[in-house]
Structure formats: C-alpha cells, structure tokens
C-alpha cells in the first residue's frame, strides 16, 4: 500500500470518527471539579473549541514556515490573557459568536487557500484566542486551581494544534490539499451551526 493511500485511509478513519461522535459541550460548566483535568477537557468536550483550534494547526501548516509554528504559539499565548480577563469578570461582550466566527473565518481561510501576511495571520488568530481563553476563564470552576486549570487547557489547545498542523501536512500531495481545503470548508460550516444554534 501506498503511503499516499495509507494516509488516505486513516484521514478517511480519523473524519469518520469525528462525524459519528456524539456532541459534547465546552459550556455546561458541569462534571469535572477542577484542576488539570478539568481544564485539560474544557476545551476538548466542546466542538467549537476543537474545530478553531484545529484550524490553527491547519492554516499555519498551510501557510508553511514560519506560521506553522508561529500561530500555534500565539493563540495559547493570547488566550491565557483571554482567560486572565475571564477570571478577573472584565467584561467581553459576544464571547460564544466570536468563538463561532473563529470557526468560521478560519475554516474560510483554509477552504479558499488564502495566503494572508503572518502578521495579518497572527492577529486574526490572537482576537479569536481572546473569545476561547475568556470562556475558559469565566467557566473557571470555584473548587479549581487555577493554575492547574490553565495548564489543563493551554496543554489540549496545543495538543489539537498539533492534530490540525499533522493534518495539514498531507498539503505536500494533491489529494491532501483537496482533503485540507475540505476540512476547512466543514470547519466553517460548523463555525455556522455553531453561531446559529443548530449544534
């Protein structure tokens, strides 16, 4: 077996598992009592998080060196003052459609192939964490440690980072930038069920 059709087939897995999994939410506030654990689930039970988050692995490995690295880098950086804000109760007003339109401004980004400058990239990407470190820090359980809770979700953020910079890797074959761009075309497209309510 080629390792064009391997990667192929796993890809092929790896989506078909995420569209048969059952819906999770990042926003329930419930479940976990705090800590690294739950920090390290808050962002990776709610599919708003994961599809951005994802997002910014994929467009960063679109883009290629150095973004590849640079906007794994800034959202988790960016969100900690995001989350900061959310902890402190300063007021951010749209903290779930900002959440939703990361999705869908960044799954545009990659279904279009755009080729936008780092800085124009990075900053896009630094709003964006802002709205998903807020709601990670307003959501911040009273029995949590805080610094613990931080560790939590800074470290899956990086982890689903590395998920979508593994995806876009496959850019290097015609089959994979067909996959990538419609892995960006479904992450908007849930950026909108998102915004709308239906999911």
Known sequence: MSQLSRFSRTAGLAVSTLLLAGPALAHGGAGFGGGFGAGFTHPVLGWDHVAAMVAVGLWGAFLGKPAIWIL??????????????????????????????????LGLMIL???????WVAATLVGVFAIFHGYAHGAELPSTANAFAFAVGFV???????LCGIALGLSIKWPAGRVAVRGAGAIISLAGLAFLTGVA
């Open 72 to 105: 794994p880098v800034v959202f988790p950086l960016v969100m900690a003052v995001g989350a900061a804000m959310g902890i402190a109760g300063i007021p951010l007003p749209a903290v779930e459609p900002g959440i939703a339109m990361s999705a869908v401004v």
């Open 112 to 118: 279009f192939a755009v080729r936008a400058p780092l």
């Open 155 to 161: 470290l899956a953020t990086g982890l689903l980072h």
